[in-house]
C-alpha cells in the first residue's frame, strides 16, 4: 500500500519546546527505593545513586524530571525527607498503603537531578496543606539564605540554593481517589492564591495547574474552565493525564487511541482560547501533559498487593512489562505531542524508573532498557527543532475509537540547527508493508543518513534481565532520495526514525 506525504521547510507546526520530553519519579513502589537508589547495590556511588541506572536516564536526555509525585504528593510533608537521615519520621502513605522511610527528600532528589543531567520539576502539597507549607517549601529550596527556611537548608548541608523554576500547584485535584479533592472552584481559588504568594517570592516561576486527570472525567471538560476562570493570571499551564491500555486484547483499537489524545489536546485548547478571550488576555496558557503511559499490565498483581492488609517498604507496584505492541503505541503518543507542540509545551513519561517505566531493575542487580525505552529515546534525541505541518494521503482503517484512523502515524522535526530533518513513522497495518512516498519541498539538497526500523512477530514479546535485546531498533537501508522525494518501505506493525541531511 502507498502513503504519499507532502513536507514543506515553510509550513511550521510550532518550535518544540524541549521540555516534550521530560520524566517523572513518585514516591510509589520501586521508583525511587530500588531504582534511582539503592545503597548496596554494586554500581552505587558515593550517594546510594545507581550509577547503572544514572547511565540510562542520560541517554534519554531528559530535561526535566516531575517530583515527589503524583498522588503521593497530596499527603507528603516535604519537611519529613530533609535533615538527618536517622531523624526523619516514618510514615504511611495513604496514597499507595506503604510505607515511606524518607531517606530520599528533596535535597538527595535535587542532587539526583544533576548527576542525571536533568532539572527538578517540583510539586506542592495542595490536598492535605496548601499555601503556607507551598510558600515554605518554596523559601527553602530557592532563597540563598538569611531566613528561617534558607538557613534550615544550609544546616541541613546545601549551602546553595537549589533554584528549582518549575513548580506544580497540587496533583488531580479533580480526582476523588486524591486525597484533599476539592471542587473545580475550590481548588481554583487555593491555586491562585497559592501562585500569588509564590510569585510574591519570585515573579519569574513558571506555575502548572491541574486540569482533569483523564478525558472520561465527569466533570471534564467544565473542570478546566472553572479552574482557569479563578487563576488564568496566576498560571503559566494547565495539567493534563492519561494512560493508555489494551484489556480487549485488539491491536488495532489500541493503537487509534492517540486519536483520542489529540482530541483531548484540541478540547482544552479550546476551552484555555475561551477563558483567554473571557478575560481580555494576551497570555496564552500551555498544556502540560505531565503523566502519560501505557498502563495496564500491572493491574491485577496491584490490586493483589494492595488488597493485603499490610503496610510494606517499596513494593513491586505499577510494574508493568512493556511489550513491542507497547513500542507502537507509545511511538504514536510521541508523534501526536510533536504535531500538537503549539499546544503542549512540557510532557512527562510516567515514570521514569520501574513504575510504569522505560527502565527497569532488579534489586541487587541488572538494569535495562524495557521496549518503549527506544521510541522515547530517539524522539527526545532527534525531535527537536521545529514540527513542520504534514499533508498525508493514505489508507485508513474504523476503529472503536474513530473512524478512518491513518495507517501511517507520522511526525518530522526540522533540527534547531536546520542541517537535518527526521520523521518518526509507525505503520500500524498488521500485515502489509506501507510504501512511502514523501515530497520534499524546500529540501533540496537532501540524502538519508540513519533509517531506524523496530519490528517483532511476537507482538507480545518483552526485554528481560536475561534478554534485555528481545525487541531493540536494528539500522536498516530501504530509504532512499530520488526526483526530491524519499522513498521508503515500513514493514507492517513497524516503528521508525528515518533521518534526513538537509
Known sequence: MKTNVVVHR????????????????????????????????????????????LDLVRDLDTPYCRYPGGNFV?????????GPRAERPVRLDLAWRTREANQIGVNEFVDWCKKANTKPMLAVNLGSRGLDAARNFLEYCNHPGGTYWSDLRRKHGWSNPHDVRLWCLGNEMDGPWQVGHKSAYEYGRLADETAKAMRGFDKSLELVVC??????????????AQVLEQCYDSADHISLHMYFANREKNTLNYLARATKLDRYITTIGGVIDYIKAKKRSKKTIGISFDEWNVWYHSNQQDKEILARDEWPDAPHLLEDIYNFEDVLQVGGILNTFIRRSDRVRIACIAQLVNVIAPIMTEDGGAAWRQTIYYPF???SRYGRGTALQLVVDGPTYDSDEENDVPYLDVSAVHSEDGRSLTFFAVNRHPSTALDLDVRLEGFGNARVVEQVEMTHGDLEAVNTAARPQTVAPVNVESGKIEDGRLRAALKPFSYNVIRLSV
Open 10 to 53: 515553510d509550513f511550521r507546526i510550532a518550535t518544540i519546546d524541549s521540555r516534550l520530553y521530560s520524566s517523572f519519579l513518585e514516591h510509589l513502589g520501586r521508583a525511587i527505593y530500588g531504582g534511582i537508589y539503592e545503597p548496596g547495590h554494586p554500581t552505587a556511588d558515593e550517594d546510594g545513586f545507581r550509577q547503572d541506572v
Open 74 to 82: 497530596s499527603a507528603y510533608n516535604w519537611e519529613d525527607g530533609v
Open 211 to 224: 486540569g482533569s486527570s483523564n478525558s472520561d472525567m465527569k466533570t471534564y471538560p467544565e473542570w478546566e
Open 377 to 379: 529515546y530517539y524522539a
